[in-house]
């Protein structure tokens, strides 16, 4: 007997014997519980939003979310962590701007890619950032202070916490064509100390640490980065508001697999992180800590990510490429 061979029949079989385990994976997903590596500290702000929302999310995914705290280098080491992880949707990692935009974009030596290392899940939510002066500052508006820094540049100084306030300040100056002196400093409480007695005159915050100084009356807001102004702040002009509106500085979080994860999956957790989203309890939680629910798509957080990594680049390389602490 002789057995009719059909051309590409063999590639087929071949085809097909791959794609189905992977679908199987992905129809059965998840199957146990999941990790979720956060790179900041357990206990912070950012952390405790996490927590929130994976809680809510694992009540979907039916399955428990572990949460691993792995901080250091300012996020970078475990993001590099993440990206060696298998690629089998039970380990995720939390990706924000600072770690997939800002250091990607002032260190050309990173151990990884934000775009080739992972697959991105999806943003969690966002802040903006606020630009708060010392109360000595002889300025109450963004008009009065173009004026200000216009006439003695030289007198004023605004220091940054982070790389991402660095960059933030930079990209206002370069907006107002300023050459006032940027000053680094490590991390925002010591930034604090300097700018409530007027040691330095001007910084960026996000909204969630900048608002309990604005209540308390240690520093004064001038400006919200983003195109809409926030409950907490309701008298806080935004920057477009003052025809700045190419100063817009967010900071974000969102979800990130180790490349590789097959999309069903991705998707499935995307699903389940725009569900918890929507969840009256968890955006009323996240707008307590300074962040506002933001959701989507994998494919819309993928465009952010890609975009922010060139404004960042320009704004880094329009000042000079300057060491970072």
Not at 6 to 23: D, E, H, Y
Not at 186 to 204: A, E, I, K, M, Q
């Amino acid at each position: 007997m002789f057995r009719r061979f059909i051309p590409g029949t063999r590639c087929l079989l071949s085809a097909l014997a791959l794609v189905a385990p992977a679908a199987g994976a992905s129809e059965s997903y998840p199957s146990h519980p999941i990790k979720m590596i956060v790179p900041y500290p357990a206990g912070g702000g950012t952390d405790v939003l996490v927590r929130t929302v994976m809680q809510e999310m694992s009540k979907t995914l039916g399955q428990s979310i572990v949460v691993i705290n792995r901080p250091g280098a300012g996020g970078k080491i475990g993001v590099a962590a993440l990206k060696v992880e298998k690629p089998d949707g039970y380990t995720m990692g939390l990706s924000s701007t600072s770690t997939m935009a800002v250091y990607p974009a002032i260190e050309p030596k990173l151990s990884y890619d934000p775009i080739k290392s992972f697959v991105h899940g999806g943003m969690i939510a966002k802040t903006p950032g606020v630009l708060l002066a010392s109360r000595s500052l002889p300025a109450d508006n963004l008009d009065d202070l173009k004026k200000l820094l216009a006439a003695k540049p030289d007198d004023y100084v605004i220091a940054s916490g982070t790389p991402t306030t660095f960059l933030s300040a930079e990209m206002y100056k370069q907006a107002i064509k300023s050459k006032m002196q940027t000053v680094q400093y490590n991390g925002s409480p010591p930034v604090l100390l300097d700018l409530v007695p007027g040691r330095v005159h001007l910084t960026f915050m996000i909204a969630g640490a900048a608002i309990p100084e604005i209540k308390n009356g240690t520093v004064k807001a001038l400006a919200i980065t983003w195109d809409k102004r926030i409950p907490q702040l309701p008298e806080v002009p935004t920057m477009k508001e003052a025809g700045m509106g190419q100063v817009e500085a967010t900071t974000w979080i969102g979800i990130a697999f180790p490349a590789g994860t097959p999309a069903p999956i991705v998707n499935k957790v995307n699903a389940a992180m725009n569900q918890a989203l929507q969840q009256p309890q968890v955006a009323k939680r996240l707008v307590e800590l300074g962040y506002f629910a933001e959701g989507g798509s994998p494919e819309q957080h993928t465009r952010t990510v890609a975009s922010e990594l060139t404004l960042w680049s320009k704004i880094y390389t329009n000042a000079g490429s300057p060491g970072m602490q």
